[in-house]
């Protein structure tokens, strides 16, 4: 596809907006072929382009025009992608690819203009006959990453790789007891510093909500095990969130409590954990009180019947050691087409709605701080809901909520500016009207201090958008 795409930027002028936004000229997109955005970097903008059989790098300079294609040599033309980490400096691309009985795991360093500056072996999986279902989780600061597999669905190995030093950092097979991966809920963590958390729900039911407790399980970058047990305090958990805060040292988690029925919350709850000292953790329930109930539900819901349809979306971690627990509303509706009995081809409909955002601020001794609901309300059908939710925006001053008003091409597209102090505001940011776009802000990505890019997917047409403040 050299030369088969050809970027021209279009610099719309809003009067009425006060961001600077670039849109290009659309890229024909294959239903087979795959596109990730790998960032910004020294000044260009990076796509990795997976044709199957050939991999390409798609770059464009700092005004979004199309800079040059080039294809990428791994070891194998079939090879599998696992994952792609960028730097400050260049990108590299983690595959597999088989020889013979052999699976080898790679890893192919690239500079910003994509020449291969090194290639790795990570691992050789000997007489592989079955290849394993492999995952890559990167570290916040990406010098890291975790690799690893699931065997019987109660076994697991594990590697960390040092993406500076490309060396191992540590290696090793963990078993939990009683460990059934497809049933029981599992989160993967993995520490700047190297450090893996993984984490397992036990006895989450009602019957059992006394012995209701997370099972923490820790491998440290000196390739150390151990794990430990955090109770619930007989509360049902509704929805769960960990995550590592690598300023403070912390392992946090915030999430939903059920009091009886686990389809709706009652409140929310925080969880601090210091590293190396599990036993003097911080454990805060909070019910919800009639302010949040009345903005959700209206001021004649029942606050003890709690809410339904709640997700925690994200952790976002205060320099203090508090976090901010962002929650959305979603739900997904599954109902049959308008086909007659005995309708073979009756198909089913499948319906989305991803409304309001609820934002907790809460103290590093689990104190909350204040709360805010910001009311957005979006509908699709039968689109994976890839057009809603909405994308985070971390600036020094503040953190921005942006979102589509309508899942439809000819929108308005909002924000929520919200300070440290609780205090916030919505603002129009742009409008699609005339400009065949639709934006897909779950994949947005901030590629500065007060900048980001977000794709637009319209039919059989692909366009990168750029907005900075």
């Known amino acids: 596809m050299k030369n088969l795409i ?27 072929d795959t596109y990730d955005f790998i960032g910004k970097i020294k000044n260009q903008y990076l796509i990795f382009h997976n044709k199957g059989m050939e991999f390409e790098i798609k770059a464009f300079d700092k005004d979004l025009y199309s800079a040059w294609d080039k294809e990428i040599e791994l070891e194998k033309r079939r090879s599998t992608i696992l994952g792609i980490v960028p730097s400050k400096d260049d990108f590299s691309v983690i595959y597999t690819c ?18 291969l500056l090194d290639t790795a072996t990570i691992k050789i999986f000997h007489n592989a006959l079955l290849t394993p279902s492999l995952r890559v989780i990167r570290s916040e600061d990406k010098t890291k990453v975790l690799i690893y597999h699931i ?43 190297g450090d893996l958390f993984f984490i397992l729900q036990k006895e989450n ?57 686990r389809g709706r919350a009652n409140g929310y709850f925080f969880m601090n954990i210091p590293q190396g000292n599990p036993e003097d953790h911080t454990l805060v329930f909070e019910e919800f009180d009639e302010k949040v109930v009345d903005n959700l539900l209206g001021k004649k819901a029942d606050v003890e019947k709690g809410i339904a349809d709640l997700d925690v979306q994200e952790i976002v971690h205060r320099l203090d050691g508090g976090i901010l627990m962002i929650l959305e509303r979603n739900r997904i509706l599954e109902r049959g087409g308008l086909g007659g009995a005995g309708d073979f081809n009756n198909r089913t409909i499948v319906d ?17 701080h204040w709360k805010n609901v910001l009311h957005k309300k979006q509908y699709s059908q039968g689109d994976l809901a890839v057009f809603s939710s909405y994308f985070l925006l971390k600036t020094p001053a503040n953190l921005r909520f942006i979102f589509n008003d309508e899942i439809k091409p000819e929108n308005t597209v ?24 639709q934006l897909r802000f779950a994949e947005a990505l901030q590629v500065g201090a007060s900048e980001f890019v977000v794709p637009s997917i319209l039919r059989t047409k692909m366009k990168l958008i750029r907005v900075k403040y």
């Open 414 to 437: 909002s924000e929520y500016v919200v300070k440290g102090s609780g205090e916030f505001e919505r603002n129009s940011v742009l409008s699609t009207d005339d400009q065949r776009i």
């Open 6 to 32: 050809t970027i021209l930027l279009l610099i719309l002028n809003w009067p009425c907006f006060s961001q600077n936004i670039t849109v290009s000229d659309p890229i024909t997109v294959r239903s087979d």
């Open 98 to 115: 088989r020889k013979k009985r052999k699976l080898n795991l790679l890893l192919s360093r690239f500079s910003p203009a994509a020449n």
């Open 205 to 261: 039911k009602k019957l059992q909500k006394e012995k209701h407790h997370y099972e923490i399980h820790q491998v440290t970058a000196d390739n150390k095990y151990g794990f430990f047990s955090i109770p619930m305090q007989n509360h049902l958990t509704y929805d769960i969130l960990f995550s590592y805060d690598n300023k403070n040292k912390k392992l946090t988690a915030a999430g939903l409590y059920s009091e009886k029925n």
């Open 352 to 368: 989305y709605y991803f409304d309001d955002v609820i934002v907790f601020s809460i103290h590093p001794d689990g104190k909350t």
């Open 151 to 193: 065997k019987e669905q109660k076994k697991m190995e594990a590697l960390v790789y040092d993406l500076e030093t490309m060396k191992i950092l540590w290696e090793r097979k963990l078993q939990p007891k009683e460990m059934a991966y497809y049933e029981k809920y599992k989160q993967f963590l993995l520490s700047n510093d």
